[in-house]
């Protein structure tokens, strides 16, 4: 679990962001408030849709203490400079994104690109590190076909 301070219409609002072991964004939730009711929020929605985690990494915020604690008590919670850089990277494409098209215009705007961004990125880009030539662009294949058979369902 991860946060990124984003600014909306001039205002902090936080972007919380947790991935899994393979890098692969779980879910999103931004907020305005960066303390453990809003850590607590988030992490009850994780525990709702996943199930109770093994081990759960943050950073050395202090808001996840509490959260981790009642909700998943018997997790192992991993507080350490270093070990959450995955999900430090995995704020990069929203950085990305702001840069290039400019600033989120309203809370509920974001929510819902970033949610939407984060699965659909997932399908149309598979890890190239992990794979051979031959398979990436298997991979790509099957996921812009995925793409057409959704759309079509949708305007049918």
């Known amino acids: ?13 936080w972007l919380w962001r947790a991935i899994d072991a ?38 050395k915020l202090r808001s996840y203490i509490k959260p981790v604690k009642a909700l ?7 507080a350490h400079k270093g070990l959450n850089n995955a999900i430090e990277v995995s704020h990069r494409p929203t950085r990305k994104r702001e840069k290039i098209f400019g600033r989120f215009k309203s809370h509920r705007q974001a929510q819902r690109f ?20 031959t398979s990436y662009r298997h991979a790509r294949n099957d996921a812009f076909s995925l793409w057409v058979d959704y759309t079509a369902e949708m305007s049918a």
């Not at 598979?126 to 030539?133: G, I, S």
């Open 1 to 13: 679990m991860g946060e990124v301070v984003i600014m909306i219409s001039g205002k902090k609002h």
């Open 22 to 59: 393979n890098g692969d964004v779980l879910d999103v939730l931004v907020q305005t408030r960066r303390n453990a009711k809003a850590a607590k929020r988030f992490f009850k929605r994780l525990v709702a849709r996943f199930g109770e985690p093994r081990v759960v990494i943050t950073d």
């Open 72 to 78: 998943a008590p018997d997790a192992d919670h991993r």
């Open 114 to 133: 970033l949610s939407a961004h984060d699965q659909i990125s997932l399908i149309f880009r598979p890890r190239r590190y992990q794979l051979t030539a």
